[in-house]
């Protein structure tokens, strides 16, 4: 697993791709939260807080990170290393953790550099440093946790078509679904409008966010992510 964790990150970080992830990542928020006029717009708010922030990045994840997953497997199918990689004495869930970890270790890369905006904040605040500790921490939690789904999601999809672009659109649909989807369609279940809520990974971000670790949030994020990486895996033994 080492080995493959080692390949994906030197093929982020020898060419430009790493760097563009995060640049993408840090520009895009920087931009809404302290330049833009708007309602994301930290300054304009006159609120000390990073909630313009948790509500920007899961979109921004969304379209992101099925840019960084749809060339993992796709791109071995595409040049015929797949065989060569599946004849190597690796298991298949040492591969998929490999390229897992890699592409969550540059959203991390990604996500520790906003903790300047903690800084910010407390520095803005009156009295200084006022926040909410827990809900702030809560959130990068859920943050992290849905960024993780994001590419268990991705690595499946990437399995799906030799075509990258294909692997693409397949992966920012199905996580925007996950996302938003049920939100979107609650109002059509009467009754059962909350557990519909419940469903979608929205409802289990938020809840993180309010600052209360509830171990069935978390418990949704890794079933969820458990289920795609094996999904992945089922795909990988029928290629």
């Known amino acids: 697993m080492i080995a493959i964790l080692k390949k994906e990150l030197?093929?982020?970080?020898?060419?430009?791709?790493g760097y563009l992830v995060i640049a993408v990542f840090l520009g895009l928020n920087g931009l809404f939260l302290w330049v833009f006029d708007g309602d994301f717009n930290i300054l304009n708010t006159g609120f000390a807080d990073l909630n313009g922030f948790f509500y920007l990045a899961p979109w921004i994840f969304t379209f992101l990170i099925p840019a960084i997953t749809m060339r993992m497997f796709s791109d071995e199918y595409a040049i015929g290393t797949i065989e060569i990689l599946k004849t190597k004495p690796l298991s298949l869930w040492q591969i998929i953790f490999g390229k897992y970890f890699a592409a969550l270790i540059l959203i991390i890369f990604s996500i520790v550099p906003t903790l300047v905006?903690?800084?910010?904040i407390g520095s803005l605040g009156n009295p200084a440093n006022n926040f909410d500790l827990g809900s702030l921490l809560g959130s990068y939690i859920g943050l992290l946790f849905l960024a993780s789904t994001y590419i268990a999601i991705g690595l499946y999809t990437s399995t799906l078509s030799k075509n990258q672009i294909t692997t693409f659109i397949i992966g920012v649909c199905l996580s925007l679904f996950l996302y938003s989807?049920?939100?979107a369609m609650d109002s059509l279940f009467g009754n059962l409008e909350y557990t519909v809520q419940k469903t979608g990974m929205s409802a289990h971000f938020k809840s993180l966010?309010?600052?209360v670790i509830d171990t069935r949030d978390l418990i949704y994020f890794l079933s969820i992510s458990g289920f795609f990486l094996v999904l992945t895996k089922f795909r990988?033994?029928?290629a």
């Open 209 to 211: 966010a309010r600052g």
């Open 117 to 120: 905006y903690v800084y910010s």
């Open 181 to 183: 989807g049920f939100d």
């Open 10 to 17: 030197n093929a982020f970080f020898s060419t430009p791709i």
């Open 236 to 238: 990988l033994e029928r």
